[in-house]
């Protein structure tokens, strides 16, 4: 279901849907679908109240029902998504959800607005894919479930961007997240693979600087490429996307942050010309002078 569809039902809902909602949601973490009756003995709801109740909430796509040993109930992300929009919307966080920015591997990306100013929520979405991400990434393993995974990923996300920023790295400004949304500054940039840079070596330069930054904060990328980062018309950068990150401390950081630096490097060396060898020659001094050693070659 489109987002906007999302905002839409907001306006169809009353207290005690979300009531429902709100009682479904609190068992999840032990349900996959929640027994009928635990519903009924959360919210005091007795039949044919909840019955009305449930059937709404079906119809309107933000539940799930199971028919078979029980009959139970789960959110969809849309009804997950219906309580987190709405509490944004209730604390003054947000006023309007706007266009959809893009939908990368793990969530969708959209513009919102405080009155008049953008904003950006990204709304993870890790259902289809779970048993691929449980795969290969340590922290997802503690996940039991989809609502846990999702909720997990934004917090990550959520707390590396906290962090870098007050130690003023180029990050959007957290604002602040609920549930599987994180709610973060509006950058008003071009991704980087689309830029066309008349002087390419002082934003590479900004670029490790930044790196360097955020190794001095104990935080590596791990998936830094031209598509996370942002580039705006003063030339500055930003650096975006960081469920993935990992500690300085992590075993493999190093490897990590090689891999970070090559792809940048060898972006700058496929797309501008810039010999490897100068743009290795520049990284490798600015590590080093923050007392960095690798080996990029
Ligand atoms: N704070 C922001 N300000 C402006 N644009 C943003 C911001 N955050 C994200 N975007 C835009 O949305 C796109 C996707 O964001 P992001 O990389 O965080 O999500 P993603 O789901 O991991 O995407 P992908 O899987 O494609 O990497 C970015 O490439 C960028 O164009
Ligand atoms: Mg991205």
């Not at 029902?65 to 003054?92: M, V």
């Not at 405080?114 to 894919?129: H, M, N």
């Not at 479930?145 to 920023?165: G, H």
Request: charged fraction near 30%; glycine fraction near 4%.
């Amino acid at each position: 279901m489109r987002l906007l569809e999302i905002v839409e039902i907001l306006w169809k809902l009353h207290p005690i849907h979300y009531d429902v909602l709100r009682a479904i949601e609190r068992y999840l973490r032990r349900y996959l679908y929640v027994p009928k009756d635990r519903i009924i003995r959360a919210t005091n709801i007795k039949s044919p109240k909840i019955d009305k109740v449930l059937e709404y909430l079906l119809r309107l796509k933000l539940i799930e029902i199971y028919e078979g040993k029980y009959t139970g109930y789960s959110l969809t992300y849309a009804g997950l998504d219906a309580l987190a929009l709405h509490d944004l919307g209730l604390t003054g966080k947000i006023t309007r959800v706007g266009p959809k920015l893009g939908v990368g591997k793990e969530a969708d990306i959209h513009v919102a607005y405080l009155d008049d100013e953008p904003r950006i929520i990204k709304l993870y979405r890790v259902k289809p894919s779970f048993k691929q991400i449980r795969k290969y990434r340590d922290y997802a393993l503690t996940a039991k479930n989809w609502y846990e995974l999702v909720i997990k990923c934004a917090k990550r996300e959520f707390y590396a961007l906290r962090k870098l920023y007050k130690n003023n790295v180029r990050v959007p400004r957290p604002i602040t997240m609920n549930r599987h949304i994180i709610l973060m500054e509006y950058i008003d940039g071009t991704e980087l693979i689309k830029a066309r840079l008349v002087e390419p070596l002082p934003i590479f330069d900004a670029i490790v600087d930044e790196i360097v930054k955020m190794l001095k904060v104990g935080i590596v990328h791990c998936d830094l490429s031209e598509y996370n980062i942002l580039v705006t018309a003063d030339g500055e950068v930003c650096l975006i996307d960081f469920p993935q990150w990992v500690s300085l401390k992590h075993p493999n950081a190093s490897e990590f942050l090689k891999k970070d630096l090559l792809q940048i490097i060898r972006y700058f060396h496929r797309k501008y010309h810039i010999s490897l060898k100068e743009l290795i020659e520049i990284a490798s001094k600015k590590l080093q002078k923050a007392g960095y050693k690798i080996e990029v070659e």
